[in-house]
């Protein structure tokens, strides 16, 4: 089945600092999401983007799907940015349903 | 516009014992999929329900069943409780017919501790 590669693993910025993290996955895709996942628990969509740019606020995201890969931005960063970021791409025998990756920890410190 | 809904919010039970957990769906989606997320790691799918059938399924023994209501609710049922079930339990909807923009929106998740 399709693989799903995030780094960095875990991240710690200051508030107001800029990231990027990445996703890298194995096999073409014609769907991919990135989720945010709160202290709480809560997966909040951020983006559906299988290709191109989409920008948000402060957040934006590219996907290269024929590279396979996709990036997600973070500018200004806030201490409610604080979470697991995750990529999630379908996996052919599961219908559009999702293989997660294994996440970015972010820490924002005030 | 009423998001997706689990209950209970959490959960403690016993190895062996077997346990219920709930999903009401996102209004005016008809698709529910199941996932468990260990500590530390990325949801994991188990099932999808549509039209009350499964439909797709990932790699999850006979223990985890489901059930979905014509009014698109879900249930997951875990028989024989092991340690390892001790996860946090997803639920999310998604409208039919969606493919390849099939955007599924997740509800806030059961926590399960299997003692």
């Known amino acids: 089945g399709i693989q799903v590669e995030q780094s960095p693993p875990d991240l710690i910025l200051q508030e107001g600092a800029n990231s990027t993290l990445r996703c890298n996955f194995s096999d073409s895709v014609n769907n991919l999401q990135w989720f945010h996942q709160n202290p709480w628990g809560q997966l909040i969509n951020l983006f559906y983007i299988p290709s191109g740019t989409k920008q948000n606020g402060r957040l934006s995201a590219t996907t290269v799907a024929t590279e396979r890969y996709s990036l997600l931005y973070i500018s200004s960063s806030q201490t409610t940015d604080s979470g697991v970021y995750f990529c999630?791409?379908?996996?052919?025998?599961?219908?559009?349903?999702?293989?997660f990756g294994p996440g970015t920890r972010l820490s924002v410190l005030p | 516009d009423a998001g997706v809904t689990q209950s209970p919010t959490h959960l403690i039970k016993t190895r062996g014992q077997q346990v219920t957990l709930r999903c009401s769906p996102k209004s005016g989606h008809d698709t529910v999929s199941w996932y468990q997320q260990a500590l530390g790691q990325g949801p994991q799918f188990i099932f999808q329900?549509?039209?009350?059938?499964?439909?797709q399924r990932g790699n999850f023994p006979d223990r985890f069943s489901g059930h979905q209501f014509p009014n698109y609710s879900s249930e997951l049922n875990v028989n024989a409780l092991l340690l390892g079930d001790s996860a946090l339990y997803l639920c999310?909807?998604?409208?039919?017919?969606?493919?390849?923009?099939?955007?599924?929106?997740f509800g806030p998740g059961t926590r399960l501790t299997v003692l």
């Open positions: 329900y549509y039209e009350e059938e499964e439909r």
């Open positions: 999630a791409v379908p996996h052919f025998n599961y219908g559009q349903n999702f293989v």
């Open positions: 999310a909807s998604s409208l039919s017919g969606t493919s390849g923009s099939g955007t599924q929106y």
